[in-house]
């Protein structure tokens, strides 16, 4: 067994253990993946340090934090999909979070962004984002921007992208950062997600980042023929339902188990 490659995996538990957890269905990682025999110079750099593991890697630049993510939390579990892997090593992810949680922001689980919601973590975006098979071409409907991080990862990935979010202050918010980073294919606005956006429709594929009890009608009539919808459902036990839309009939795909913030109806203040 390679001592570089173990230590690699022993640093991710290390990680893990000293971030707050996220929930147990987004934290299954495949340590035997990172058994691979090559040399590491990062992991030889860990191997002689003395600080705590976590703060270790808290010390690396950005850069690599991001680089680290996308091999050991997404590609090593699975995530195949290179345009989505691209787009995850594009998006700073740390511009998304509040500077309290910016240390954080691309350990392996959810964050906080005020007003009960959250940023997902980083391997269910990735998850969510190649389940929906979008092309460079698409059009793309996102349900629940939140801080406009999946937005910006679908903007990397579709050609346009309608994002509806059901709280001003989030939306202002991701209208602002998404702005700031240059993305000029991305529209927010404040609405019900159950109701969709109808002015663009049809789309190519609609992505939800809630948990509705059953998925809404409005957003199946307006997913186009042969379109990908990705979805949590659920109340306490909550699934990923991959939907598609033939011509002839819906076809549904129940995938992972999931926690996401239930779908609300609502506008709030």
């Known amino acids: 067994m390679n001592l570089g490659w173990t230590s690699s995996a022993l640093l991710c538990c290390c990680i893990l253990l000293n971030c707050i957890p996220s929930d147990a269905a987004e934290l299954s990682l495949n340590f035997s993946r990172l058994q691979r025999p090559y040399s590491n110079p990062v992991m030889e750099q860990f191997e002689q340090s003395s600080i705590p593991p976590a703060q270790w890697f808290l010390q690396r630049p950005i850069e690599w934090q991001r680089s ?8 090593a579990r699975g995530i195949k999909d290179e345009r989505v892997l691209r787009a995850m090593s594009q998006v700073p992810r740390h511009q998304f979070v509040d500077s ?5 922001a691309y350990s392996d689980r959810s964050l906080p962004i005020g007003h009960n919601q959250t940023i997902s973590q980083p391997y269910i975006v990735a ?5 929906a098979k979008i092309s460079p071409s698409d059009k793309v409907l996102e349900i629940g921007t939140g801080c406009g991080y999946q937005a910006a990862v679908l903007g990397e990935l579709a050609q346009e992208v309608y994002s509806v979010e059901i709280i001003p202050q989030l939306a202002q918010r991701a209208r602002r950062t998404l702005s700031q980073l240059g993305y000029e294919n991305i529209e927010v606005k ?19 980042t809630a948990a509705p009890k059953r998925i809404p009608q ?20 909550q699934e990923i339902v991959v939907l598609t839309k033939t ?3 819906i076809l549904e795909e129940r995938t992972i188990p999931v926690r996401f913030v239930p779908m609300r109806r609502k506008f709030l203040k």
């Open 190 to 208: 404040t609405g019900d997600g159950y109701q969709g956006w109808t002015e663009h429709a049809p789309y190519d594929a609609i992505i939800v």
């Open 247 to 249: 011509q002839e009939k």
């Open 100 to 104: 309290s949680w910016r240390n954080l």
């Open 68 to 75: 680290h993510m996308v091999e050991y939390q997404l590609r």
């Open 127 to 131: 998850y969510m984002s190649e389940a």
């Open 218 to 237: 409005a957003l199946i009539d307006q997913l186009a023929t042969n379109g990908k919808m990705v979805i949590p459902v659920g109340t306490w036990y």
